[in-house]
């Protein structure tokens, strides 16, 4: 699966804009962030749909939410919220 590209990211201004905000990531690329050094989120595109891949916060492998909706959004970027928290307290 293709990493999403400038046009598509540009479909999620806010969200990277939330992510960006977050004071335990930091962005690596565009649409490319890290915790602690690691891999934490990067976006994809598929089919004409936005994904996002989420580290686990027991640090084995990604989830993958859809992005498309500002529902979607809005539950990826609270779940990374928590899950950057959590990791970086670790």
Do not use: C, N
């Not at 930091?26 to 580290?55: C, I, N, T």
């Not at 498309?68 to 970027?77: G, L, N, S, W, Y």
Request: hydrophobic share 40%.
């Amino acid at each position: 699966m293709a990493h999403a590209g400038p046009d598509a990211l540009a479909k999620l201004q806010e969200l990277l804009r939330q992510l960006r905000a977050v004071p335990q990531l930091r962005e690596k690329q565009p649409g490319a962030f890290q915790l602690v050094g690691q891999a934490f989120v990067q976006f994809h595109e598929s089919d004409g749909r936005l994904h996002a891949d989420l580290k686990k916060v027991s640090g084995a492998g990604f989830d993958r939410y859809p992005v498309d909706t500002a529902p979607e959004q809005r539950k990826f970027v609270d779940d990374a919220k928590r899950r950057a928290a959590k990791i970086a307290d670790e």
